[in-house]
């Protein structure tokens, strides 16, 4: 019954910026870490960036400087916002639930493209 919905992607140049949303229903929000992973073709997915239930952040080192991942509780949101985006960055992004514990992703969104790209 957990449900992830992914929004935000699309197209942009180089350099640009895209904010990513996900809503969440289905579970208590503010008990969980929620993660951002994506996937390129031809790639294993790999984790972008995921926030622990007590606000704590953390990135992989091909986006530290660039991404944020916030939440807000009250609207059960999670977001990425995306700076300076390069082609590099062209993948489908998918929002996903561990427990507040856990870094072991249980659930998945359908994921939304960002196609960087001049």
């Known amino acids: 019954q957990v449900q992830l919905a992914e929004s935000g992607g699309g197209l942009v140049q180089p350099g640009g910026s895209l904010r990513l949303s996900c809503v969440v229903s289905?579970?208590?929000?503010?008990?969980?870490?929620m993660g951002w992973h994506r996937q390129a073709p031809g790639k294993e997915r790999e984790l972008v960036a995921y926030?622990?239930?007590?606000?704590?952040?953390n990135y992989g080192d091909s986006v530290k400087g660039r991404f944020t991942i916030s939440r807000d509780n009250a609207k059960n949101t999670v977001y990425l916002q995306m700076n300076n985006l390069k082609p590099e960055d062209t993948a489908v992004y998918y929002c996903?639930?561990?427990?507040?514990?856990?870094?072991?992703?249980?659930?998945w969104g359908k994921g939304t493209l960002v196609t960087v790209s001049s």
């Open positions: 996903s639930v561990a427990e507040w514990y856990s870094t072991i992703f249980k659930y």
């Open positions: 926030v622990s239930s007590g606000g704590r952040e």
């Open positions: 289905g579970t208590i929000f503010n008990s969980k870490t």
